[in-house]
Structures are given as structure tokens and as C-alpha cells.
């Protein structure tokens, strides 16, 4: 590049000092090389410089892309504002496509989640299911426990208020069959227990050992046909002997047709067979007709034999047989 | 690597729409994506499109301008003043399309060290200009500024593989 900038020398003092010259003078003049010869003007010179301009093309470009910028940038920070206009006109052509991209989300969204609501939903169905499942085991537990309770309870009183010594123990099974008048208990000849003792409950009489085992015994129930137990009707006070006659049912044999006896009279031990303490209620009478010279009475047990959990075994004897075999 | 002149130089063109198109949806995703999801305030999608195409395109030229514009569009369509986006998205363009020539940027690795780099040099660039022209404090989270970088990056990388399927050699 030439250079045209004013250089204060001996050119610029030539220049001022006034004659007439042309151009190639003046630029002789005022080269800074004063003393040394300017080439003559080439028709090659403005070549070289669009070569040199045309090779840095890009970065000519990037340079007035930046000058142009930050004269921008320069007047608006200048002028201490944006331009509104070019603000306005860009956001102006954003905003449909953002209401249609925030209407699209939406719409994905609200279905999304609609989905996401439904599987959560199933999901809380399933929960919440198991929940109840267990939260109605567990009130049937709890349940279990206030009726288990409940019945330990009057076991409690029966067996605290009762004249004669006892055993509690729970029954672990029953004889097979459909049929079956015997059930299992867990104490046993350990616990004081010997065979033909009684087995009652807060409701009356269930049956007597017939086999004791040395941690278990093994109950006859009154409704076996081998079971017997002297009977007493409470409000005549007639006297039998109550049998077991199967099928939950026991009958009361020996009263004769005189006595008497009607529906839904209350049987109670007699205290006659030494081994079922007086008073204890056996059953309630459920059908009695005359027969030839005995009435016909059929009995149900007071006590729910098919759903015996704990019973009382009578370990002493009752006072009056104590008496009674003592003056014997 | 083999310097720029013995090294086989593949250059690819897009349709121009394809271009205008791509560098349209991503100012409107950058101006709509935060309000979904406030992540996205790190990235920079117009800045990805300016080093994609730039270095697609090897032009230094088209570099500059679609920088420019991009830049400008993402100036108008902020808070603050006009150029500032305008002149650090040039620069990047300019210098993407720069080191398309110089270096070997088809592999995996050359591309995502060119992105992260120029991701980097943008956000100085910004911070730079804020600070000198409008005399902004200037504010270097290096934490900050390795997210940005990273989570850009990984986008480029996923952004630029499908943006290659609209490329055919030239």
C-alpha cells in the first residue's frame, strides 16, 4: 500500500513551499521516502491489491460483519436502548410457532400424563388391594385374638370360680372322620392329667380323658355312644343317664314317663358317676316323648363340641364324692 | 495427521432451505425448550447449528454470515442489546469453517473436541463482550461453564449425526 498519510518532512515542506505539480509529483513529494525514487504507477498495482483483498476475502467479511456489529451494539448502548422494532418483529415470529409448540406439549402432556395417571392409578388399585387384604387379615386376627380373649376369659372365672382344681389346655386336634367325638389336647399325664377325668368349659361339660399321653390326652366327647354321665333335669330334678348318640347329639335314658321333663329343659350333671362334678350343665333337652316305661328325650350338648378351642380339665374330685368315698 | 494441503478435503453442500429451516427451528426450540425444561437454558441450540453447518460447508464466508444472522435473531429475540450474539457467533462460524480446512474433522473425536472447544470460545466470547461493552461483571463458573460445554457437546453429537443425513457430498 502507498502511502498517502501526511508525514511532516522535507516532502510536505516541498509541497507547501508551492509549485505546480502533477500527480505523480505530488505522490513523489509526499512519499515519506522523499530521497528515494516512487515507482512509476503499474497497471498490475490494483491486481495485486484485489488478489490481496480477494486471498482475505473472509476475513474482510468477518472484519465489516464485526465493525458493522459493534457500531450497532455502539449506538444502541450509546443511546441506552434496544430496538424495539427488530425486537418486536422477531418475537413476533417466534410467537406462533411457541403457541403451537406449547399447545402440542400441552396436548402430549395432558396425555401423558393421563396415561401415567391411569397406570398410576392401577397401580394404586393393586396397592391398595393388597392393603385391604391385609388390613382384613389383620381384623380377622385381631378378631381371632378379642374372641380367643374373650373365651380365656370366662375359662378365667369358670376355672377361678369353680369348687374343684383344674388344668386349662387348648385342644390340638381332633380324631378323623366326620363322625368324630374325640379331640386331642396339649396337656398330658406331665401336667397331672390321668384318664377319666372331666373335661368341661365356661358352658358345661364336653367329655372325659380316655387315653393320657405324656404331653397330650385324648378327649371322649359326651356325644360319642360310648360316652356316658349322669344326668339331672335342673327343673324337675329327675334323674338319668345321658349317653352319646352321634351326630352332635346325646340322649338322657331313664326317665321314666311319669317325670316331668319337657323342650328346653336344661340337663345338668347329677354328680352320680364320680366323675363329673354336680350342677354342670350337660345339654338342653330338644325332643321328649313317652316311651314304654322311659321317656324318649333327646339331648344337644351345651357346649358347641365341634368348635372346642380351650378347655378345663377337672383334676380334683368333686367335695361331696371326696366325702363319700371317705366314709366308704 | 497429514498437513491441510496433502489431506483430502471432503466437502459436503445441503439444500439451503435445509439450512434455514434447521437454523429456524432451532431458535424457536431455544426460545421455547426452557420453559419445559429449565436445563435447557444451557444449551445452545443456534450456536450447535452455526458450527454444524460451518464446518459442513468449509466456508469461512457462509460461516461468518450464518453466524451473524443466527446470532442477531438470538439477540433480537433476548433481552439485550443487538450484536452481542451477533459478533460472538461469527466469530465461532468463522473460525468452525477455519478449522474444517486445518484439521481431520469427520471422526468422532475430532468433532466433539472442535465443539467443545468453540462452545467454550462462545462463552468467553459472550462474557468478554458483556464485559467490555456494556461493562458487565465479568462472572467465570468454571462449574458452570464445564456443564455448558459438556451437555452441548453431547447434544452436538446426537444433533450433528442427524443432521448428516440431509448431506451429500458435494
Known amino acids: 500500500m502507498s502511502s498517502f498519510s501526511g508525514h511532516a518532512g522535507p516532502g510536505k515542506a ?75 418483529w422477531a418475537v413476533s415470529a417466534m410467537a406462533p410457532f411457541e403457541r403451537s409448540l406449547r399447545g402440542l406439549v400441552d396436548a402430549t402432556g395432558g396425555t401423558w400424563e393421563a396415561l401415567r395417571d391411569l397406570s398410576h392409578a392401577e397401580e394404586q388399585k393393586h396397592e391398595l388391594g393388597a392393603r385391604l387384604a391385609a388390613d382384613e387379615a389383620h381384623i380377622r386376627d385381631l378378631s381371632e385374638a378379642a374372641a380367643e380373649n374373650q373365651r380365656l376369659r370366662s375359662l378365667l372365672d369358670f376355672k377361678t370360680q369353680a369348687p374343684y382344681a383344674t388344668v386349662a389346655a387348648e385342644v390340638i386336634g381332633s380324631s378323623p372322620g366326620e363322625g368324630s367325638n374325640t379331640v386331642l389336647i ?42 356316658g354321665a349322669g344326668g339331672l333335669i335342673e327343673k324337675s330334678r329327675s334323674q338319668g343317664v345321658l349317653k352319646g348318640a352321634g351326630r352332635g347329639r346325646c340322649r338322657l335314658d331313664y326317665v321314666m314317663n311319669e317325670d316331668d321333663v319337657s323342650m328346653g329343659d336344661v340337663v345338668l350333671t347329677s354328680g352320680l358317676d364320680r366323675i363329673f362334678p354336680k350342677g354342670l350343665p350337660l345339654g ?35 367335695a361331696a364324692l371326696e366325702e363319700a368315698k371317705t366314709r366308704n | ?32 425448550l426452557p420453559v419445559v425444561l429449565p436445563l435447557a437454558r444451557l444449551i445452545d441450540l443456534p450456536l450447535l447449528v452455526v458450527i454444524y453447518f460451518s464446518v459442513m460447508r468449509r466456508s469461512k464466508v457462509f460461516g461468518t454470515l450464518l453466524g451473524t444472522v443466527l446470532g442477531l435473531a438470538e439477540d433480537a429475540l433476548s433481552h439485550g442489546f443487538l450484536g452481542i450474539f451477533g459478533i460472538a457467533n461469527a466469530l465461532v462460524g468463522y473460525f468452525g469453517a477455519w478449522a474444517s480446512v486445518q484439521f481431520d474433522l469427520e471422526q468422532f473425536l475430532g468433532r466433539l473436541a472442535l465443539t467443545a472447544a468453540l462452545v467454550l470460545f462462545h462463552s468467553l ?32 453429537l446426537v444433533l450433528f449425526q442427524v443432521l448428516d443425513r440431509f448431506r451429500r457430498p458435494a
Not at chain 1, 505523480?24 to 516512487?38: G, M, Q, T, W
Not at chain 1, 476475502?57 to 449506538?75: A, D, H, K, P, Y
Not at chain 1, 399321653?213 to 378327649?219: C, G, K, R, S
Not at chain 1, 316323648?289 to 378347655?311: C, F, M, Q, S
Open chain 1, 14 to 88: 516541498a509541497f507547501l513551499a508551492g509549485s505546480k505539480v502533477g500527480r505523480d509529483s505530488l505522490l513523489e513529494i509526499r512519499s515519506p521516502e522523499f530521497a528515494r525514487p516512487v515507482p512509476p504507477r503499474t497497471p498490475e498495482t490494483p491486481e495485486v491489491v484485489q488478489a490481496f483483498i480477494s486471498r482475505h476475502r473472509s476475513f474482510f467479511i468477518l472484519l465489516v460483519v464485526l465493525v458493522g456489529q459493534l457500531v450497532l451494539l455502539s449506538v444502541e448502548i450509546t443511546r441506552d436502548r434496544n430496538l424495539p422494532l427488530a425486537k418486536r
Open chain 1, 186 to 227: 396339649d396337656k398330658g399325664a406331665d401336667a397331672g392329667l390321668a384318664a377319666d377325668l372331666a373335661v368341661v368349659t365356661p358352658d358345661g361339660v364336653a367329655g372325659k380323658l380316655v387315653a393320657v399321653y405324656p404331653h397330650t390326652a385324648q378327649v371322649l366327647l359326651i356325644t360319642d355312644p360310648a360316652a
Open chain 1, 284 to 318: 338342653r333337652v330338644v325332643k321328649a316323648a313317652d316311651g314304654n316305661i322311659y321317656k324318649d328325650i333327646e339331648v344337644t350338648p351345651a357346649v358347641e363340641l365341634d368348635r372346642l378351642e380351650e378347655v378345663l380339665v377337672v383334676t380334683s374330685k368333686p
Open chain 2, 1 to 32: 495427521m497429514p498437513a491441510p494441503s496433502e489431506r483430502p478435503i471432503n466437502v459436503y453442500r445441503v439444500h439451503p432451505l435445509t439450512i434455514w429451516i434447521t437454523a429456524f427451528l432451532a431458535l424457536v426450540l431455544q426460545t421455547f
Open chain 2, 125 to 156: 466470547a459472550l462474557t468478554g463482550l458483556r464485559h467490555v461493552l456494556m461493562a458487565s461483571p465479568p462472572s467465570f463458573q468454571p462449574l458452570d461453564l464445564a456443564s455448558l460445554v459438556l451437555l452441548n457437546s453431547a447434544l452436538a
